[in-house]
């Protein structure tokens, strides 16, 4: 079993005295063999935390994100973004999508590259593909308490009120940058004194249940028919040595602020009837058409695809709805690109096929190449 003193009142640092529990005897021994619970580590008590001025909720292993203080002046209030662009839509040439198409041929090794550069091009169609993109970089802090030895650290609880989780400063990395901070609270430290932890009578039950023999009057390999054999944890020396203080029968409790960083992204993109996957568009860039950076971003206003207007106003609504609840919102920015799509048609051998040509890194999609062919790695 466990004891632990706390602080008290009349205790500016939380000190105790040392002692030591007495070992079990009399009635305690005659209960029988301490139960399979006595043998795992066991983990401090709430009891043992104590209660700090703005940090009550604090619970061992974490207590959730704290929301941030309302501020004491009106936030920066969003500005006008700028001026709206030509919307233009380029156009890959003939010349362009041949040379895309034999690039990807040759990077097959199963691929015959007749079909790339002996097909005759009988149609290109350009597809307005847009892509909007929120990001909105949030700062969350949690709390929770720690324990480690005691080695001389210092100990500083109740000397004076300790921060708010808010007012204590932290590194934040660079925009748009995930990142994390682990920082202990100022005023948190306070000092515990750990008493012997006992683990009964040193001996523990084995599949036998203590009585020597099992099924069929055998007896037990694993105890030689004595029904107990030693700790395992405590050697059979009835106590084991603490995983909390390592022995030195005291530790320290303070506690932890938890500072995390992320960049919360969200893309839309505008499906277009090409016939090309979606899944495609999400590794290539676009020319980009607009790139807004604000504490807080409006909603994109006039942009000739009605579901980019409608996309933009959704997910910011979203967005500072659902972060400014658990966050602190550092930055937004949004983007919109336009990703150039196109669809080739082309004969080969009298036969008509069609592949994509798209992204900035001239991607190809061509799911049915007319010249494969079957080979092996010996």
């Known amino acids: 079993f466990l004891i632990f003193f706390s602080d008290s009142q ?25 139960t399979a619970e006595s043998y795992g580590p066991s983990a401090p008590p709430a009891t043992m935390f104590d209660s700090m001025p703005g940090y009550e909720g604090t619970v061992a292993g974490g207590g959730g994100f704290l929301p941030p203080p309302m501020p004491a002046y009106p936030g920066p209030q969003p ?8 919307w233009n839509i380029p156009s890959i040439s003939e010349d362009t999508a041949r040379e895309a198409f034999m690039l990807f041929a040759s990077s097959k090794c199963c691929y015959s590259s007749a079909p790339a550069k002996d097909g005759v091009i009988i149609n290109t169609e350009a597809f307005n593909t847009y892509r909007y993109r929120l990001e909105t970089f949030t ?34 990395p660079s925009l748009f940058v995930d990142g994390r901070q ?36 055998n007896r037990c390999y694993h105890c030689n028919g004595r029904g107990r054999e030693n700790c395992n944890h405590c050697n059979g020396q009835g106590s084991r040595m603490c ?20 960049n919360n992204i969200e893309d839309y993109i505008v499906e ?29 206003m006039g942009f000739p695809d009605p579901n980019v207007v409608q996309a933009s106003q959704r997910l910011v609504n979203e967005h500072q709805g659902k972060y400014r609840q658990t966050s602190r919102i550092l930055r937004q920015r949004q983007t919109i690109e336009l990703i150039p799509v196109t669809k080739v048609a082309y004969t080969w051998k009298e036969e008509t096929h069609i592949y994509f040509v798209y992204g900035n890194e001239l991607k190809v999609s061509a799911d049915n190449y007319p010249a494969t062919c079957c080979c092996s790695v010996m």
């Open 182 to 217: 682990c920082i202990r609270v100022p005023y948190t430290s306070s000092l515990k004194v750990k008493l012997r932890q006992l683990c009964g009578n040193g001996e523990k039950t084995l599949l036998c249940n203590g009585y020597g023999f099992r099924i069929g009057f």
């Open 243 to 262: 995983e909390i203080c390592n022995g030195k029968r005291q530790f320290l409790v303070f506690k932890i602020l938890n500072v995390k960083w992320t």
């Open 272 to 300: 277009q009837c090409s016939g090309l996957q979606l899944k495609n568009l999400r590794k290539v860039s676009g020319k980009e058409l607009l790139k807004e950076s604000q504490p807080m971003v409006e909603p994109v």
């Open 10 to 34: 009349n205790d500016k640092y939380g000190v105790a005295n040392p002692c030591y529990a007495p070992a079990a005897t009399g009635t305690a021994a005659m209960l029988g063999p301490p």
């Open 79 to 86: 500005t006008p973004g700028p001026e709206q662009p030509n």
């Open 139 to 172: 700062e969350s802090r949690s709390t929770e308490w720690r324990q480690e030895p005691y080695s001389g650290q210092t100990v500083d609880a109740y000397a004076q009120p300790p921060p708010g989780s808010w007012d204590i400063p932290a590194n934040s």
